[in-house]
């Protein structure tokens, strides 16, 4: 069978082709420890979840209007532009099924065949995904491990330039979890302006951030509102990714064109999901604070753990929860050592190499798991590494 150029390209996510080997080795009895999916370990908070199913037994299950429900995007408004000193109308704000399709549309009505967009390496697959069905041309930017995961800038000003549409940015950054600084954002943002581009600031893990850093967004500096499409939702900070429900904030204009694709595909979000956005964002925060301050212990076990394996150096992230070891001294592709991983220690991790070319030599794990899960998974690690 033959299929569109434009689908040729994609390929599954990392993260399932491996959970599936993972679970045909459970399925034999193996017991796994599962650190490839990136996705909160806690339940969705009960007050959220109430929230959901009352909307459902009131009848809150009809279409509602494609970019969201009015005060879902007020609520949004508000607490996106109040985290991020900016400020933002409901009319700026589109809500999706999930981040994917705020990533995803604003593309399509950006790119045409040929423009170039700057991306990410290593960075989430759909980056590379959603440019080439857009039919532009994929140009990556090492993110360099010396400079704790921030773009490579020296890099980044040989690669912008007038054919430059769209520059992405994901700060926390999945798989790295490092964290862009506001100095790099500046050089960014006066490329970005120079060269007449957009920016799609990825800002998923905004709120999963440590050491009490504050993680400046792009749109935020001067100039860069109007040019800037801010990617944020409620998968990762409520720990709700199944419910899915995302959202993006962009120009008036730009967000007209991103809900008629809306419109025409997905049609609008489920509406008793809305209604649990408006109270996760409207209820009590403190649950999120203290996922934050178990998570941050998390990664200070994970890492200083890692860091005490010889042959394995690992940077500690400063946002989401992810790490990304070098384990390049040991002479084996990120693949066969995720492989070998799997199968000896019936630890689930991904190689590096998932998320682009300059992920080879490093690992992806998620320490959103049980600190005893994490505890035995290094020991497990430890013991065939030692071996190898
Ligand atoms: N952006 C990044 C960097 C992610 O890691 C993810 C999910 O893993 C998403 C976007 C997608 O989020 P959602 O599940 O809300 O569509």
């Given at each position: 069978m033959s299929f569109a150029q434009?689908?040729?390209?994609l390929r599954p996510e990392g993260a399932y082709q491996v959970l599936a080997r993972a679970q045909a080795l459970e399925a034999s009895g193996q017991k796994i420890i599962h650190l490839?999916?990136?996705?909160?370990?806690?339940?969705?908070?009960a007050n959220i979840r109430q929230a959901g199913i009352d909307a459902i037994n009131a009848g809150y299950t009809r279409y509602t209007p494609p970019a969201g429900m009015d005060a879902l995007r007020q609520a949004i408004a508000a607490d996106a532009g109040h985290r991020r000193g900016i400020n933002i109308r409901p009319d700026q704000v589109v809500v999706s099924p999930g981040a994917k399709p705020n990533l995803f549309f604003p593309v399509l009505a950006l790119v045409e065949p040929g423009d170039e967009v700057i991306y990410p390496d290593p960075g989430f697959p759909t980056y590379a995904a959603m440019i080439g069905v857009a039919g532009g041309i994929p140009v990556p930017v090492p993110l360099s491990e010396a400079n704790r995961f921030s773009f490579d800038l020296q890099a980044f000003n040989q690669r912008v330039n007038d054919r430059t549409r769209l520059i992405i940015l994901n700060s926390p950054s999945n798989p790295t979890g490092g964290v862009i600084p506001v100095s790099d954002l500046e050089q960014i943002a006066s490329a970005a302006q120079r060269h007449h581009c957009w920016i799609l600031s990825d800002e998923i893990y905004a709120r999963l951030v440590y050491d009490q850093l504050s993680v400046p967004s792009i749109a935020a500096l001067p100039g860069m509102l109007e040019r800037t499409i801010i990617v944020d939702g409620f998968s990762k900070t409520y720990a709700m990714t199944g419910w899915r429900l995302g959202f993006g904030i962009m120009p008036t204009e730009l967000a007209e064109v991103v809900q008629l694709l809306l419109t025409h595909s997905v049609?609008?979000?489920a509406q008793f999901v809305q209604i649990a956005g408006i109270e996760a964002l409207t209820g009590p925060q403190e649950q999120v604070n203290q996922v934050l301050h178990e998570y941050q212990r998390r990664r200070d076990v994970i890492v200083d753990g890692l860091n005490s394996i010889p042959g394995v150096t690992c940077q500690r992230p400063q946002g989401a929860f992810y790490v990304f070891p070098n384990?390049?001294?040991?002479?084996?592709?990120s693949t066969e050592l995720a492989e070998l991983l799997l199968d000896r220690a019936g630890v689930a991790v991904l190689p590096g190499s998932a998320f682009g070319?300059?992920?080879?030599?490093y690992l992806r794990l998620v320490y959103s798991n049980s600190l005893e899960n994490i505890e035995q998974a290094l020991e497990r690690i430890r013991q065939v590494l030692r071996e190898l």
């Open positions: 434009r689908t040729r390209h490839e999916i990136g996705q909160p370990d806690f339940e969705t908070f049609g609008c979000t384990i390049s001294s040991f002479g084996y592709t070319d300059k992920g080879e030599g």
